[in-house]
């Protein structure tokens, strides 16, 4: 049966090769490989064994088959310059100049995904109230068995870290901060690679070591923005803590407002129904895009007076437009500094 | 010789068949009579020729309702919302310009008691007990609860259930003329307790992206301490086959720590490879294979109960790591699975979460 399915994808691909009208996408990425590419116009075949794509000669290091003539393919490493595309029996045939590699670190936006580092304090440890001492830490660890690019913009040009991470390799990246903001970092990552690097970032209070491992923070990924976020049962309870809502937006071309609203937990009228807040850019610099437009209101009890002491609430925050944004709320003890995270799931 | 009722009975047949069109099909091909599923229609005759401009719209209609949201992907393809509609099997009809495509029968609308697709819903992982009432004593004179919030945000009802929606002979008539379990337009609700670490609820997919889940476990006994730790709800394209990786989690004497790890096709007893390496890198520092225990059933693709597998503390697990940092790797058995670890200070009972980023 598989022979024979074989020689059928054979035989289709002699005839699909007169025939094919074979599109690449993208048409260019980096000499490190590591990028996600598209051919689609290819032979529908579905059942045909083990698809093989070449760049320049160097074989796929991943193929995978999404059927109706369409597959996707990882790029290998390549010296830069034009390369021809093939595909292996039973898909079609070869693709003449289809793919150029560019120069590593050279930013093609349409191939890298996104990366919010909500907040980072790099390598540094900042006094907080009550003698706290606050550290943050990223880690990357790269999963895929081929190495991928972080681009990450330096934008304070204190260090020259390798935008190549090996397969395998485990990076401390405390370098994605800047002096000019804690909040709002931004890295790229290749999206042929970006499934497979793996993130942690923790912050925590260094002078409590013994009391607490420190707080998980989410790293969040491009396709987690939307144009509503909803955090649910969130705490205010001022006489213990504050509540600090933090929103953040990738690619707005300029400043613009948001829509916050809040209603008791179990929802009801609005508590709060603000559109006067504005998100503005973290920052300026780097070799490429480094910062989000970000806003916190790090107090709401106090600027929302209207919402202590009705216990948990809904907070709702909305762009009204295409513009997507992502949210959180941090509630820190005035006590312990233990920070609670609410984030949108 | 035939008889009449027979030859009579082959014409019919005859003539239906030659009426059935079949310009198109429709996948899935069955939805909730609530509507708000999304369909996508592979057209047999194109829209337009290769070189022509895709029209900006089509009308789609199911029986006697019009879809909503029809999105024309390519000339031959086109995805369309499932409008509400009474239980039963409808045509479906492609209208754009001058062209008019038909499938005969190509959809169904069923509800609660009928059959139901899986592939409309998307899973969501509840990775702990929900228990927001009775707290749950544990160690240091710690007092548990868990508080689970589900949201729908859009302007219609989205269907969301805990694993198979069984019907209750007892509150519903089980016809399938009524949709499956729901949550109104714009309500939020605090879930009841009696949720089982590593139950999975499901969303419908038409309303899932503006459909919030939030889970905060928290120490009553210690509330002017801390507001509790969230701990993640966790949807269906998160789930992977491929090594889930934990980085920076702390090993040592001052907590536990603990490791979940869920199958969430939990259709039998599995297993899963767990290697501790240093943060530096290098070979494993220690390494287990655990047994995860089915606990559930699964009916028509619908899972109630994860499989699952709990170790309560590496430091006492795997005594040869020194207190310090480590990158756990789970390793699924072939198998959708997630893991997380969390770890307990001994004295404060305060939590911090290490999940897959």
Not at chain 2, 187 to 197: E, H, L, M, P, R
Request: glycine share 8%; aromatic share 8%; net charge negative.
């Amino acid at each position: 049966m598989v022979r024979a399915t074989v020689f059928a994808c054979y035989l289709l691909s002699a005839i699909c090769c007169l025939a094919a009208d074979i599109t690449v996408t993208p048409k260019s990425g980096s000499e490190n490989g590591g990028d996600l590419v598209t051919l689609s116009g290819l032979t529908a075949c579905n059942d045909c064994p083990g698809p093989t794509v070449r760049f320049g000669g160097v074989f796929s290091p991943q193929v995978t088959n999404l059927g109706n003539g369409v597959l996707q393919a990882i790029t290998p490493p390549h010296v830069p310059g034009t390369v021809d595309v093939s595909v292996d029996p039973g898909f079609g045939g070869t693709v003449t100049n289809a793919f150029t590699y560019v120069t590593s670190g050279t930013l093609i936006s349409a191939n890298y995904e996104r990366i919010l580092i909500p907040l980072s304090l790099g390598s540094q440890q900042f006094p907080g109230a009550y003698g706290s001492l606050w550290a943050s830490e990223i880690w990357v660890y790269n999963g895929n068995p081929w190495a991928g690019e972080m681009l990450f913009g330096n934008p304070d040009a204190t260090c020259c870290p390798k935008t190549l991470i090996e397969a395998g390799e485990m990076r401390k990246a405390d370098y994605i901060a800047s002096s000019l903001t804690p909040f709002g970092i931004v890295a790229w990552v290749q999206k042929g690679s970006s499934r497979g690097m793996n993130f942690s970032l923790q912050v925590r209070d260094v002078s409590r070591a013994k009391l607490h491992s420190g707080t998980e923070m989410p790293v969040v990924h491009e396709s987690e923005f939307h144009d509503s976020i909803d955090l649910l049962n969130v705490p205010i309870e001022p006489s213990s803590s504050r509540t600090a809502l933090r929103v953040f937006n990738l690619d707005a071309p300029n400043q613009f407002p948001i829509r916050i609203v809040i209603t008791r937990a179990a929802g009801g009228d609005p508590l709060v129904d603000d559109n006067t807040v504005v998100l503005r850019i973290a920052g300026v610099g780097g070799t490429v895009p480094s910062f989000a437009r970000f806003v916190s209101l790090d107090d709401l009890a106090g600027r929302y007076p209207q919402i202590v002491g009705v216990g948990p609430v809904q907070i709702s925050v909305s762009t009204g437009t295409d513009a997507k944004v992502w949210a959180f709320a941090a509630v820190t003890n005035n006590a312990t500094q233990l920070i609670t995270t609410v984030l949108p799931h | 010789m035939m008889r009449p009722t027979l030859v009579l009975l082959a014409l019919l047949a005859i003539t239906t068949s030659a009426w059935a069109a079949n310009d198109l099909t429709v996948s899935p091909r069955l939805g909730t009579v609530l509507g708000n599923d999304t369909v996508t229609i592979h057209l047999n005759t194109p829209l337009v020729c290769p070189t022509c401009t895709l029209p900006t719209t089509a009308v789609v209609g199911f029986g006697d309702a019009r879809g909503r949201n029809v999105t024309i992907v390519d000339r031959n393809t086109i995805t369309v919302t499932t409008p509400s509609h009474q239980r039963g099997v409808v045509d479906v009809v492609v209208t754009s310009g001058s062209l008019t495509l038909t499938g005969t029968g190509q959809f169904s609308f069923s509800g609660w008691g009928g059959a139901i697709a899986r592939e409309n819903y998307e899973a969501v992982l509840i990775p702990i007990s929900v228990a927001p009432g009775t707290p749950i004593p544990g160690a240091n004179f710690s007092q548990w609860i868990s508080e689970l919030w589900v949201r729908n945000s859009a302007s219609r009802t989205v269907e969301y259930f805990l694993g198979f929606p069984q019907c209750n002979q007892l509150v519903n008539t089980c016809t399938g003329d009524s949709p499956f379990p729901s949550i109104l337009p714009m309500t939020s609700v605090a879930s009841a307790g009696g949720i089982t670490d590593g139950t999975l609820a499901y969303v419908q997919r038409g309303g899932s992206d503006t459909f919030s889940l939030s889970l905060r476990v928290r120490d009553v006994s210690r509330t002017n301490e801390n507001a509790g730790t969230d701990i993640p709800l966790v949807r269906e394209e998160e789930f992977r086959k491929t090594p889930i990786q934990l980085l920076n989690v702390p090993i040592d004497s001052l907590s536990r720590t603990s490791l979940r790890v869920y199958d969430t096709e939990g259709k039998a007893d599995t297993t899963a490879n767990v290697r501790i390496y240093a943060m530096t890198g290098g070979d494993p520092l220690a390494s287990t294979k655990l047994t995860l225990l089915k606990r559930g059933t699964v009916s028509s693709g619908f899972t109630t109960l994860a499989s699952y597998v709990f170790i309560s503390d590496l430091h006492t697990t795997f005594p040869q790591l020194a207190d310090g940092r480590y990158r756990v790797e789970v390793i699924p058995a072939n198998f959708l699975g997630w893991a997380f670890a969390s770890s307990t200070n001994n004295d404060t009972q305060l939590v911090t979460t290490v999940t897959p980023q």
